[in-house]
């Protein structure tokens, strides 16, 4: 039998007609339209849409059929329909609201907030959840699962909150905090208290606060209190932040955050100085990397630091045997200096005083783009349920 894992492993191969194909084979309309959304997030396009339209229409559950119309709303707030992305957020807020179980119109409502929150609707989506918790909070007395729905639904906001970037996020994280304490789980709540009054920070210090927990080895709190940054300091943060994951010998987290940091360059065009990519490369080279100090000069603009770094680069990978690919970089130097130096050395000739760490071009250090040191202190939804919980929205598992 067809199942969403079957469409997620299609997707983890890229393979967007067999997800589809195996997608459109699910019977049951609702779990359709959550492997549909899958799809969706992963290749948004309008014949995807017009299946999840088709799968909504086929649910006849109440409690479902909310959900599935802040899922279709999400979709069309992801191709830029606004009207039709509101409309539908509407249909679901206004059909939730028809239950009279205050747990099940509260854990509906925390699934339409989760959506509209995917959709960057953060205002509304804080606004709906913060009725879900004064819904579920009128039931307490009533029932020990809506105690449990409560529970969900604060793990969900703080989930949602993780994944916001803006100061709204405090709002959330507040949210979740106030009902941790009404239900006395203290820890969880304490753990906010110190979140949020980090996060508060950033925004009064900026990336010294970040640096501050690099230097005390507290790298996690560091990534996640990047997203915080000004956007013009996030980057350059990001790519020192990698640079300290690699040097203390934690290369799978390292990567990630350079691959964030590269996305926010090309796609945000948050790029940071010459100077600092230089640094960084720099860096990088020097505990042994060679892959990412590439990437960052194809992004230098200045030619004699880009050439710099490429040469070294080169003469890295001649290093570790990959002759050929030293020389394709080596051509590929716009110095023309540079470029016959390396070339010369690939060939065994002299090196140039590469092989002392000196910069090919001269130019590095008198620019102050080479650090003194390089003491690596510098670097400075789906609402979680039981078996039978209607409020899926569908992006978590």
Not at 144 to 167: F, G, H, M, Q, W
Not at 204 to 223: Q, Y
């Amino acid at each position: 039998m067809v199942s969403v894992e079957t469409v997620k492993r299609y997707l983890s191969r890229k393979d967007f007609k067999s997800a589809l194909n195996s997608a459109l084979k699910i019977e049951d309309s609702f779990e359709r339209l959550l492997a549909l959304l899958r799809i969706f997030d992963e290749f948004p396009r309008e014949e995807v849409l017009s299946e999840m339209l088709r799968a909504l229409d086929g649910i006849e559950d109440k409690r479902e059929k909310a959900l599935a119309y802040s899922i279709v709303g999400r979709a069309f707030y992801r191709l830029g329909r606004e009207s039709a992305g509101e409309r539908y957020m509407t249909l679901a807020v206004s059909l939730a609201k028809e239950f009279s179980s205050p747990r099940v119109r509260g854990e509906l409502l925390a699934g339409i907030a989760r959506n509209l929150a995917i959709s960057d609707r953060y205002r509304d989506a804080y606004l709906l959840f913060w009725e879900a918790v004064e819904t579920l909070q009128s039931a307490r007395g009533l029932s020990s699962a809506a105690l449990s729905s409560l529970l969900r639904v604060a793990r969900l906001i703080e989930k949602t909150a993780d994944e916001i970037n803006a100061p709204i996020a405090l709002d959330y994280y507040r949210l979740a905090k106030e009902v941790y304490e009404s239900l006395f789980f203290n820890l969880q709540a304490k753990e906010l208290s110190e979140k949020i009054s980090l996060i508060e920070e950033v925004f009064k210090r900026g990336k010294t606060v970040v640096d501050s927990l690099v230097e005390k080895g507290d790298v996690e709190k560091a990534v996640d209190l990047i997203r915080f940054l000004d956007l013009k300091e996030r980057a350059s943060e990001m790519l020192k932040l990698s640079y300290w994951l690699f040097l203390h010998e934690r290369p799978d987290l390292g990567g990630r955050v350079f691959e964030d940091a590269m996305n926010l360059i090309l796609v945000g065009k948050f790029k940071p100085s010459d100077e600092e990519l230089f640094k960084i490369a720099k860096r990088m080279l020097r505990i042994g990397l060679v892959e990412e100090p590439l990437v960052l000069a194809g992004i230098i603009e200045d030619s004699q630091l880009a050439s710099e770094i490429l040469g070294e680069v080169a003469i890295a990978y001649k290093r570790i045997g990959e002759l050929s690919k030293a020389r394709s970089i080596a051509e590929g130097i716009p110095d023309e200096s540079v470029k016959n130096r390396v070339l010369k050395a690939l060939e065994g000739g002299e090196d140039v005083g590469h092989e002392q760490g000196l910069p090919l071009t001269g130019r590095g250090e008198e620019r102050g783009a080479v650090p003194e040191d390089d003491r690596g202190g510098e670097v400075q939804g789906k609402v979680g349920q039981e078996e039978g919980n209607p409020a899926r929205e569908g992006d978590d598992s």
